[in-house]
């Protein structure tokens, strides 16, 4: 029997996983899908939220506020690339303008300094590229960018070298509470036993609180479009630019990531379920449009992918997170729109506060480790160090991804290490092997070779992500 | 630092018969680098025939092609590093590349660029719809079935009909897949007349014209896509929806030169060919620095790669040399109905025929070609008919150059 069952590989889990793997506890995640980072922490806009846009006195303020700094120094203890590279909201009218004013007062009555309002000259000296009819912006200085599915890989990675363990493709299907703890079960008959039970699932947080018997709330999945632009595109602004946010959401944002590409969305249309995250023609062409507002020089030829997250949001606008009132031992960690990202090791702490209150016997490890090493010591060597390298590691030498120039050791270190990769789209997501301009056309084949090799399974039995997207169709 | 006197970058076709035709000029010092194990490029999962009918005067298969050229390299003891990528390559020549013994830096008094090119990928199509397995670019799909033995699927659908789609289309079906439809956004193949002729009419496989894929479906495999039809806009016409069942979607919409060494070294490209500009020696503008083949221009026969690739082969030669003429130079431009013209310069003191190669925007009848520099038409001819999927070239001798008082332009009348 475990100490805490978590629901859920997401970045609120993994964080969560990660802050528990510091106690001498047992915990094990549990993710539906083949790898972690799965649902919308593989895709979302990547940002350190300057914590000017929830209403003060939410959660979400508090959180977003307290995580900020946070997020920043356990990005950087997991070896995660995170820069602090500002943000600016950019008005285009003179209600917009008045709105700014509003921001900057949330902004100060969270407890975010720095914020200040400058003119739309101004933020065309910063950002040459920004369009003449914006009229002024608001800058924050504390904002940035993180690869969230790096991070949510990293902190799951960190978690486990600390003894947390993970189990994949494990569906719930029931949940019941027995006297002693919870006895989980997934669509495949495997079981699991917890005494607290944390439901981090995401889009899917109402179902898995109703299998435990709380029907307390309801996600409302909301889908965002993106587009990600070449390379050649990242540098065409420094600040993310967003646009004053409308109830939906923050607006369409045109900022650079930090593997140095161009990201352009989100849109915010309610979907009748989690799984709707198929594009569309109009919400494409909203984002081109409404992307094209704030920066008008974007050229969506470099277009490199589209693709669609869903955010897990609630009526009442705000997180949820709290021991259920209905089911004992039970914690929902729900609603976690954005800023969720932002908030995510805030919200891990929280959480353990609730824990604790909850009654858990907290006990420091002594031999915990935060830091994680840098899957990509390798692409920051300079060439005579990755010299030195190649001759003691020859896998090294060989490069499979050539638009990403990642080689054949970096993907099959990512294959061994915490959590293994078990898919091409796992190596994508851990080495960027098939995330350039070619989109795997001339990796894939090799990835699906080593990803064979290292699982000791036959080509045709490897998925693009897991379950039945398999990519062969069987021996010639 | 190492010290060679050509560097070929690119172990394919185009590659190869640069290095030959260096070595015929006199250069002993030559290495290519090839990332792959075997050389011969893309020529090597193109096991089709047709290859080699203007060049070598026989019918062989890609494979079969690439040998003959191969053969040739080896023959002369040029040296060829496999498995090793080029990542840098800087505008002084110096070239760095990697395999699994190291990392190695050339510094070259001349450069052939033959990286190929790539092909355009869903992503770039922002179709809509799910993200399942199962969508593959034409060449990947060559590819997994040619060279690793595998099936990518039993019932596909195309989108594009360039060459590498329907030569795709023959290969599935030969396979025992069904090919259930060839869609092309534009009003007529971008693919050789041949290739429609042998790949998608023998095989009974629907052509449809002005048509796209609308949207993509299925959560975990490709279960289907929409085909519409579209405009003259090229926008989808709704009512022209419909659903096709299929578990493979493969692409062929477009190859783009691999020109990222080639921007690295400050090398101007042109934007319409999406490779470097370059002049009849295949010179780009920066000074030792050659390109030929498909990182040039996208061929649609293997055959003009190679006589591209002599030409920057022999340029290198005589470069090194220091033989290369230094002459005055007028540009070449686009006119009535052409895309673009290659080389995009040529000197004025040329006392070889010089060929203008070019591609034509949109299928014409008869037509007549001109070439016009100021008020001087310096050579002309007719065509019978010309489409966009087949390159053009047309030659001026070493007396139509004479005639050049300024910048040339390549124009069709329509007869």
């Given at each position: 029997m475990y100490d805490v069952l978590i629901i859920g590989a997401g970045v609120i889990g993994g964080m969560l996983a990660r802050e528990l793997s510091k106690y001498e506890l047992s915990v094990c995640i549990l993710e539906k899908e083949n790898d972690v980072a799965c649902g919308a922490s593989k895709a979302n806009s990547g940002i350190v939220h300057g914590g000017y846009d929830?209403?003060?006195?939410?959660?979400?303020?508090?959180?977003?506020?307290?995580?900020?700094?946070?997020?920043?120094?356990?990005?950087?203890?997991?070896?995660?690339?995170?820069?602090?590279n500002g943000s600016m909201v950019c008005a285009f009218s003179e209600a917009e303008n008045g709105f700014l004013e509003e921001l900057l007062n949330r902004g100060n009555q969270n407890g975010i300094s720095g914020l200040s309002i400058i003119s739309g000259d101004e933020a065309r000296e910063l950002e040459p590229e920004l369009s003449k009819e914006v009229t002024k912006a608001l800058l924050v200085p504390n904002a940035g960018i993180v690869c969230p599915y790096e991070l949510t890989i990293a902190a799951i990675g960190n978690a486990m070298d600390n003894a947390v363990d993970l189990s994949l493709n494990f569906e719930v299907t029931e949940i019941v509470r027995d006297e002693e703890c919870f006895v989980v079960s997934g669509a495949d008959m495997r079981k699991f036993e917890g005494k607290f039970l944390i439901n981090c699932a995401g889009a899917y947080s109402d179902k898995i609180a109703k299998l435990a018997g709380d029907g307390t709330f309801e996600i409302i999945p909301r889908c965002g479009e993106y587009i990600l632009l070449d390379k050649e595109e990242g540098g065409l602004v420094g600040h993310t630019v967003f646009q004053v946010p409308t109830k939906e959401g923050k607006g369409i944002l045109v900022t650079p990531t930090v593997d140095g590409n161009l990201l352009t969305g989100p849109t915010a249309v309610a979907v009748d379920t989690p799984e709707s995250t198929n594009t569309t023609v109009s919400g494409?062409?909203?984002?081109?449009?409404?992307?094209?507002?704030?920066?008008?020089?974007?050229?969506?030829?470099?277009?490199?992918?589209?693709?669609?997250?869903?955010?897990?949001?609630?009526?009442?606008?705000?997180?949820?997170?709290?021991?259920?009132?209905?089911?004992?031992?039970?914690?929902?960690?729900?609603?976690?729109?954005?800023?969720?990202?932002?908030?995510?090791?805030?919200?891990?702490?929280?959480?353990?506060?609730?824990?604790?209150?909850?009654?858990?016997?907290?006990?420091?490890?002594?031999?915990?480790?935060?830091?994680?090493?840098?899957?990509?010591?390798?692409r920051n060597m300079n060439n005579e160090e990755k010299n030195e390298f190649i001759k003691k590691n020859p896998e090294y030498g060989k490069i499979v991804c050539r638009c990403e120039g990642v080689s054949e050791g970096e993907i099959r270190r990512v294959i061994r290490q915490n959590p293994p990769a078990f898919d091409v789209d796992g190596v994508k997501r851990r080495t960027r092997s098939g995330m350039g301009r070619c989109q795997g056309g001339f990796c894939m084949?090799?990835?699906?070779?080593?990803?064979?090799?290292?699982?000791?399974?036959?080509?045709?039995?490897?998925t693009k992500r897991g379950s039945g997207s398999v990519l062969l169709k069987g021996k010639l | 630092m190492i010290k060679n006197d050509i560097v070929i970058i690119g172990g394919g076709p185009a590659g190869l018969a640069a290095a030959v035709a260096a070595y015929e000029n006199g250069i002993r010092d030559i290495v290519i680098f090839d990332r792959e194990q075997t050389t011969g490029g893309i020529l090597r999962q193109c096991i089709h025939n047709g290859f080699g009918l203007h060049k070598l005067g026989q019918e062989l298969t890609g494979p079969e092609y690439a040998d003959v050229?191969?053969?040739?390299?080896?023959?002369?003891?040029?040296?060829?590093?496999?498995?090793?990528?080029?990542?840098?390559?800087?505008?002084?020549?110096?070239?760095?590349?990697?395999?699994?013994?190291?990392?190695?830096?050339?510094?070259?008094?001349?450069?052939?660029?033959?990286?190929?090119?790539?092909?355009?990928?869903?992503?770039?199509?922002?179709?809509?719809?799910?993200?399942?397995?199962?969508?593959?670019?034409?060449?990947?799909?060559?590819?997994?079935?040619?060279?690793?033995?595998?099936?990518?699927?039993?019932?596909?659908?195309?989108?594009?009909?360039?060459?590498?789609?329907?030569?795709?289309?023959?290969?599935?079906?030969?396979?025992?897949?069904?090919?259930?439809?060839?869609?092309?956004?534009?009003?007529?193949?971008?693919?050789?007349?041949?290739?429609?002729?042998?790949?998608?009419?023998?095989?009974?496989?629907p052509l449809y014209l002005n048509h796209t894929v609308a949207e993509i479906h299925g959560k975990d495999r490709l279960e289907g896509v929409t085909i519409a039809e579209v405009d003259e806009n090229r926008r989808i016409i709704d009512q022209t929806k419909r659903y096709i069942e299929c578990d493979t979607l493969l692409l062929s919409v477009g190859l783009i030169p691999e020109n990222e060494l080639t921007r690295q070294a400050g090398i101007t490209i042109d934007p319409v060919t999406g490779g470097a500009v370059v002049d009849e020696f295949r010179q780009t503008d920066v000074s030792g620095i050659f390109a030929c083949g498909n990182v040039l221009q996208v061929h649609d026969l293997v055959d003009y790669v190679s006589d591209e690739a002599e030409i920057a082969g022999v340029s290198a030669a005589k470069f090194v040399k220091s033989q290369l003429p230094v002459a005055q130079a007028v540009n070449t431009s686009s006119g009535?109905?052409?895309?673009?013209?290659?080389?995009?310069?040529?000197?004025?003191?040329?006392?070889?025929?010089?060929?203008?190669?070019?591609?034509?925007?949109?299928?014409?009848?008869?037509?007549?070609?001109?070439?016009?520099?100021?008020?001087?038409?310096?050579?002309?001819?007719?065509?019978?008919?010309?489409?966009p999927g087949e390159m053009e070239k047309i030659t001026l001798k070493p007396e139509m150059l004479k005639e050049i008082n300024q910048d040339i332009t390549v124009t069709l009348e329509e007869m």
């Open positions: 929830p209403e003060p006195g939410t959660l979400k303020a508090q959180l977003n506020t307290a995580g900020i700094q946070k997020l920043y120094d356990t990005a950087r203890e997991l070896n995660v690339p995170i820069k602090n494409l062409n909203k984002v081109i449009e409404l992307a094209q507002k704030s920066v008008p020089a974007v050229d969506f030829r470099q277009t490199i992918t589209s693709f669609c997250g869903v955010r897990a949001s609630e009526k009442n606008g705000d997180f949820i997170i709290e021991g259920s009132k209905k089911v004992e031992g039970l914690i929902n960690v729900a609603a976690i729109d954005s800023p969720g990202l932002t908030s995510a090791v805030a919200i891990a702490e929280y959480t353990v506060e609730i824990l604790k209150s909850l009654g858990i016997k907290l006990e420091l490890k002594k031999n915990w480790n935060g830091k994680r090493t840098d899957p990509h010591f390798f084949p090799t990835v699906i070779k080593i990803l064979a090799q290292e699982h000791n399974i036959s080509m045709t039995e490897v | 050229f191969s053969g040739m390299v080896a023959k002369r003891g040029i040296k060829i590093y496999n498995n090793t990528t080029v990542t840098d390559l800087s505008s002084d020549r110096v070239v760095t590349a990697r395999n699994s013994e190291g990392i190695i830096e050339v510094q070259a008094k001349a450069v052939i660029l033959a990286m190929g090119c790539r092909e355009r990928s869903r992503g770039a199509l922002n179709i809509s719809g799910t993200r399942p397995a199962g969508i593959y670019s034409a060449g990947t799909a060559q590819r997994l079935i040619n060279l690793e033995g595998f099936s990518v699927g039993k019932k596909a659908v195309i989108l594009g009909s360039g060459d590498i789609g329907l030569i795709m289309a023959r290969r599935l079906s030969l396979e025992g897949a069904t090919v259930e439809a060839v869609c092309e956004i534009m009003p007529y193949s971008g693919g050789l007349t041949r290739n429609i002729v042998q790949c998608l009419e023998d095989y009974n496989i009535n109905g052409v895309r673009y013209v290659l080389p995009q310069r040529i000197h004025t003191c040329g006392t070889e025929n010089t060929d203008l190669y070019f591609r034509v925007t949109k299928p014409f009848g008869k037509v007549k070609i001109k070439v016009i520099s100021g008020d001087n038409i310096l050579n002309q001819v007719v065509r019978v008919r010309a489409v």
